[in-house]
Structures are given as C-alpha cells and as structure tokens.
C-alpha cells in the first residue's frame, strides 16, 4: 500500500489548538515489533478498528493498513506488548498539507508529538511556530518505542 | 473470531490421496513469531492473500484471518521470517469432517502433515490407517517452528 513519508516534531506551546478539529480518541497497541517490523491494532474511537503493519524505519516505510471486526480488536488487546496507548490526535491544517497531533493520556502524559505526512521527501511547508524540534529520526518517539519503552526522558 | 482447535498428525502411507481433491497451492511466510502469537500472509494459488493472526498454543488458539491485496503480500514477502514455506493442501473427507494433508515441498520436503479440525476438543472421528503419530502439541511441527527452523529430525 505504498511508502509514507512522514516527519515528526516536538510541539512548543498550544498555538495549534486555535485551527484544531474536535479530534478522535485513538487506543492502540502492538503485537509483534521486531527489526523494522511492526504489527498495530487500533481502536478509533471505539467505534473501527485497523490492523497496521509497517515495514522499515525513519521517514520511508511501507504502511499496510486493514480494517479489521472491533470485536477482533478487544479479544487481540489481551496479547499486547508493552504498554496499550492512547492519545487524542487532532488534525490541524497547514498550507496544502495536514499536521496530526497527537495529545498522549495515561502512562505516556504530557507528550505531545506532532506528524507531517509529505507526499515527498523534498516537499516544502511553512513551519508554524508552534512547531518544535524535530524527531523524525528519533528512534525513541516511535509509537512502538513509546508502547514499548515508554516517553523518553530530558535530555 | 472465535477459537479453533485442531489436530495434527504425520501420515503413514498414501492412502489419504484416493479421496483427496486435487489441492491448493500455498505460499506463505512469518512477519512476526513471539510467545504464543504469529503473524502470517498465506498466498494460495497465487490468487488470494491472507493475513493471519493466531494467539494461543496447543490445541485451542484464537485465530483472526483478513483477506489483503495480493500485491501488499508481495511487498510484505520481503520481511519475511525463516524461510518461505510452500506446500499443497489437499482435502479428504472424513465423516462428519475434513482432513487437511499438507505435502511441503522446498526445504520441508518431504514433510506431509494431516490437520483435523473439531468442532470441540472431544468431538469423536474414525481415525484411517494413514493417519499416523499425532503432533498436536509438539511445537516443532507448528507452521511457525517449521518456517523459523525447518523439518525436525527422526527421533
């Protein structure tokens, strides 16, 4: 289902709040992560249900996304690993593109981690000042690494 | 969607193929084997892809099947565990049920292996003379163990 190339960011300050949709409740959690590989169930809402698998790392990787019974859902829940997340993510538009941001609750609370899905790597986009540092390429602030290992400290 | 429970068997002889159909080929692959839970795409005659989750060990195991676009398995090949392992399944009626006879070819050959499933763990079935020693749970002859470690030896 083809390649998607996504950046991620830290967020600084709750100026994206002001172009924010309502938002969708999302729990989540893996069933097998292993070198580059992961396989996802998530729950929008409680209401669909999406079985993901995601192949490679950093900005490039293959995303195969299937909509699967809720049911089926909450009876895989019981064989997660690490931690079951769950997050707010609202959409935020900018320019021609979509910013998701992602409010975590629970054991991850307060992260905040902002996606930038591009249609390419190159692709331009004005950087609005709330957004933070980049973490693209921090293995840490993976959904996986966030499931497994938990929101990483300062520093 | 629901518990399966199986049985399985190695064979004794060629008896089984006088009422066998003419049989499926299947190829298929691991993306992820960890403690009781397997992720798995089957291609069956190069025409249809599924994606199988199963959680549980022995006999009783929960198992979830989605049917995915053929190319995404052609992708997700690439990720695979172990070896691919390729088989023809052939179907033989047996009373109320049906035996499943898989004949492995490639790495596994000359493995055959027959699975019954029951509709309860105690359901009762005549067992023909070319159903041989039972395996269901020895976890070497698990389609997982087979692809990650290949054919077990005598004894």
Known sequence: ???????????????????????????QFYLAVRDGLSVRVRIKDEAKAL?????GIGMRRG??????????????EAAHLGE???KRRFRVPLGDLTVEVDVFSGALAPLVLA???LPDEDHPFE???WLGEEV????????????LHGRPGPG
């Open 115 to 117: 996606e930038i899905e």
């Open 51 to 55: 079985l993901t698998v995601k192949n």
């Open 63 to 76: 995303e195969y996304e299937y909509e699967i019974p809720l049911a089926d859902a909450r009876e895989l």
């Open 136 to 147: 693209s390429e921090d293995g840490r602030y993976t959904n996986a690494s966030l499931a």
């Open 84 to 86: 079951v997340v769950a």
């Open 1 to 27: 289902m083809g390649i998607e190339i996504e950046r991620k960011f830290l967020l600084r300050g709750d100026g994206w709040r002001r172009e924010a949709d309502e938002g969708t409740d999302f729990r």
């Open 127 to 129: 950087r609005p000042d």
